[in-house]
């Protein structure tokens, strides 16, 4: 009878064993594993551990297992330190490989069993040789007693492949656990179209229009807010505003049914292309953080009114425009592509804002889920709680919603001036703006105007008095 239970020993070993590695499989993080954290020169951190590097930047891989590019130039003096020492190390590394042509893309046998699966084995192990002990006086080992060996067994297994299978698969987002976190409920009512076109109500004009049918509600507009534009800013590209054709099937649209995601995309590590919500005066509203991953707020690119121009010389806010509740009052400032609306710093009901969980949002009293805009990261969003669908031609962190309107550049985009700070904006006329710039103590300008032929003429007047002209037909 020992014979037989020693059998039965190794063949459960084996098979635990042999499922057990069948079963490892999935990002590289579990919850509760320590990331590093990197500290930039504005203060800001970001989580994630090394995970390749180019010559200038360093690859990091998040909690989520998503990837996030960092160029090594915007990181804290020690962090810049051990950057550079990893980009050497990846370099010498690489090189070896490469010469040695070494291609391995087993995972080392270690790695891929983990101290509880240890554990388990070893409790199996301590009742199959107690229970030998027990049996080995015994004539014969019951059948019912083998049913009940083989369960025991097989419950270990499958704790076993447990602990091996919470591993967080690539891509989503871990909730973080607290205690105001409100469960939504799984399904939502549609969103009244009045509702949303109350909100828009008070910045209709020629620029801003409506409309809907059963999918989506439909803004059209020229993305040019009727407050002033650009003052403020100290980190400037030379984009200047431009009425964008957010019209036709360009227009923006929110869906009027939200359903809320399985895993809330983060915009951390997404979304670096692209709007994430429309304000109501028809103005979109990008990532906090610019495609190098740095908060835009924080390292002056954002004027007055948490706005600036892209590469196409849209205007755009990257912070929560909550200047916009002096005009909404109490409605939604803005609302965000997965179709959730956005409050500013108070409750619609008038009282303090609530608790935010991940996403930056909450239920509401009517147990509809909204977000929040805010004065600190992340501003808007920060992670989308409803479904979305992300552009398959984008990858992360540059992936972007779709749908969503386009910009239409006009002009090969400009390079940053550096020391310039925007210190007036102005329209001359109605058909022309003067952008006034600060370089030290001199001053520079951009003067420009266009025809209802859509014939832009630029002068710019550098800040040594130096002038160029150049005109521009948009198509
Ligand atoms: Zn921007
Ligand atoms: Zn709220």
Known sequence: MRNVLHLNNLFIILLVLSLKLHAHEGGHYSQGEILKVWHFKNGQSISGNFLYATKNEIILEQKEGSLVKIPIVILAKNDLKLARFKIKKYAEIHQQYTQRNIINNQVP????????????????????????KRLKNQAYFQPLQRVALYSFCLGLFILACKSSSDITPAGTTIAITGGTTTTPSTSISKTSTSFIDSAFTPYKSANLAIKWDDT???????????HNMMVGITSWQQQVPIAQPYTGTN????????????????TKTN??????????NGVPIFNALNNRGEDSFLIGELDQWGGHCGKGDDYHYHAAPLHLSATSGLKPIAFALDGFAVYGAKEPDGTIMKTLDESHGHVGSNTVYHYHGTADYPYVVGSMKGKVTLDPATTAPENQIIPQAFTNP???????????????????????????????AKTGTVQYSWTNANLFA?????????????????K
């Open 109 to 132: 046998f270690f790695e891929m069993i983990d101290i509880r699966f240890f554990g388990y084995f070893l409790v199996t192990i301590l009742i199959l040789l107690w229970l030998s």
């Open 216 to 226: 989506y509600f439909y803004v059209s507009s020229n993305g040019i807010p009727t």
């Open 251 to 266: 227009h923006w649209s929110i869906p009027l049914a939200p359903v809320y995601a399985a895993s809330p995309v983060s």
């Open 271 to 280: 979304f670096m292309k692209g709007a994430v919500a429309l304000a109501v």
């Open 410 to 440: 006009l002009r090969p985009a400009l390079t940053p001036l550096n020391g310039a700070s925007i210190t007036a904006f102005s329209a001359p006329t109605a058909s022309s703006y003067l952008l006034t710039y600060k370089i030290g």
């Open 458 to 474: 630029f002068v710019f007047t550098d800040v040594d008095g130096k002038q160029t002209n150049a005109t521009y037909q948009r």
